[in-house]
Structures are given as structure tokens and as C-alpha cells.
């Protein structure tokens, strides 16, 4: 007789790990794809200025929260605006790779539906940074923002008619936030503990991290949101459910066999 504490034998519905190699070339790609990409839609100063002058005015007409009170509670200490500054140049790329390597390692089939989401969200961020060049809130003197991480450091970009290496004239939508914001869904998502609401923390440090610092306007977080929206309703997660076994036993019933050695 099977012992009640002996691992079941894998089944045919097991969830099966992508392989290890081309899951690496996968979320290079994803990076890389979109690092470089933004960079190809550099060179409209003039119209990301302009874009910027009209998303700072919808704001204002939709009462929007000003982003000047957000960096005014930042500025009331140094300590504080230079935490601000190193969140938004240290913790953004970090965490989505650790939150990725996390579930590949613990959680399969939600690495394989977490990955597909966010290359949907930086694709069609990759689309629109072509279509809507957008100059942050620092570069617009209409906004009365100064530029944090120039002033009080650590800053992740230099001038920009000299820095080659990011296009700063795609602040639509914020992968700051939208990623921030599919680290916490998806560790909500994948585990069951009852702390795992406090993952919302990310997104919302982070949102506040990039309006204060005038990196993003409200507008940039909200289409992020709608974006990241519109991926998750295209790409639905494997389940969890629970049954009872033996007495009072609870055994965890493998996330849908339907994704097993999924690695498209």
C-alpha cells in the first residue's frame, strides 16, 4: 500500500518545465527586443514635446492628480528623493527577473503564462513608443517638475541629445509600472499565502516612485494599466483548485495539464 506521505508518481496532467536554454533566449529576447527597439524610434524631440504639452493639459481637464504634489512630499528630505531616484534606476529590471526565474523555477506553467503576458504588454509598448513619441514630465518646463535624479542622483540617463543607450522620448505607457504591477498579479496569482495581497505594495511604491521623480505622468501608468488589462484577458492562467484526500488530507490538484511543456 502507497504511503499517504509518498510523492504521487507523475502523471500524464503533470506540469512540465521549459527547457532551460531557449526560456534564457526568450527573456533576453524580451529585453533586448525592446531595449533596442525604443532606441529606433528616437529623433522627434519637437513632436514628443508637443505630445507632452497635450497629455500635461488632458490630465488637468480629466482633474487628475497633479504630479507636483507627489515630488513636493519627495523633496521634503534628501534621504527620501534619493531612495525615490535609486528604486526607479535599481529595482525595475531586478525584480521582473527575479519575479520570471521565481515562477520558472517553482511554478511552471505560471512562468510560461507570465512570460507570454509580458512580452504582449512590451510589444505593444514597443508599437506605441513609434507611434506616440512622449517627453517625461522632467523635460517639460510647463510642469514646474525638476529632474530628481539629475539633481539629487543616482540617474540612469544623460542628456538626451547625447545619451544613445535609452530613448527618453517614450514615456507611454510606464514599463515601470506595468511590469511592477504584472509582478505583484502574478505572485498573487501563483500562491496562495494569505500575505500575498502585500505584493500590490510594488506597483504602488513604483507609481509614486515614477510620477515624483518626473519620469511618467499619471497618464503613462493608467495606459500601462489598460495595456497590461487587455494582455491578461488574451492570455488566461493555469488553475489551481484543492481536494481532500484520505483524513482531512488537502492535496493541491497540478496547475492545467493543457500547459504542460508549453514554451511558446
Do not use: C
Not at 50 to 70: C, F, G, K, M, Q
Not at 110 to 120: N, P, S, T
Not at 158 to 183: R, Y
Amino acid at each position: 500500500m502507497r504511503s499517504q506521505s509518498e510523492p504521487a508518481a507523475a502523471g500524464p496532467g503533470s506540469i512540465t518545465r521549459p527547457p532551460l536554454v531557449r526560456e534564457l533566449l526568450l527573456v533576453a529576447g524580451l529585453f533586448l527586443v525592446y531595449k533596442f527597439g525604443r532606441q529606433l524610434a528616437t529623433g522627434h524631440t519637437a513632436e514628443a514635446l508637443h505630445n507632452a504639452h497635450r497629455i500635461w493639459d488632458l490630465e488637468r481637464t480629466l482633474h487628475l492628480p497633479s504630479e507636483v504634489d507627489v515630488q513636493s512630499a519627495l523633496l521634503h528630505g534628501d534621504t527620501l528623493v534619493h531612495l525615490a531616484n535609486t528604486y526607479y534606476a535599481t529595482v525595475h529590471f531586478p525584480a521582473t527577473l527575479a519575479f520570471l526565474v521565481w515562477l520558472y523555477l517553482k511554478r511552471p506553467a505560471h512562468y510560461v503564462w507570465a512570460r507570454r503576458v509580458l512580452a504582449l504588454v512590451t510589444a505593444a509598448a514597443l508599437v506605441l513608443s513609434f507611434t506616440f513619441p512622449l517627453a517625461p514630465p522632467r523635460m517639460l518646463a510647463a510642469t514646474g517638475l525638476i529632474d530628481t535624479a539629475r539633481v539629487y542622483g543616482p540617474s540612469v540617463y544623460g542628456p538626451p541629445s547625447s545619451d544613445h543607450l535609452s530613448n527618453q522620448f517614450a514615456a507611454m505607457p510606464s514599463l515601470h509600472f506595468g511590469w511592477a504591477l504584472m509582478v505583484a498579479i502574478g505572485l498573487i496569482v501563483a500562491t496562495r499565502s494569505r500575505w500575498r495581497w502585500l505584493w500590490l505594495l510594488h506597483p504602488a511604491i513604483t507609481l509614486l516612485v515614477i510620477v515624483g521623480t518626473a519620469n511618467h505622468y499619471w497618464l503613462d501608468a493608467i495606459v500601462a494599466t489598460a495595456m497590461l488589462g487587455a494582455a491578461l484577458a488574451l492570455t488566461h492562467p493555469p488553475h489551481r483548485t484543492a481536494t481532500t484526500a484520505g483524513r482531512g488530507t488537502r492535496t493541491l490538484v497540478p496547475d492545467e495539464p493543457v500547459l504542460a511543456g508549453a514554451g511558446r
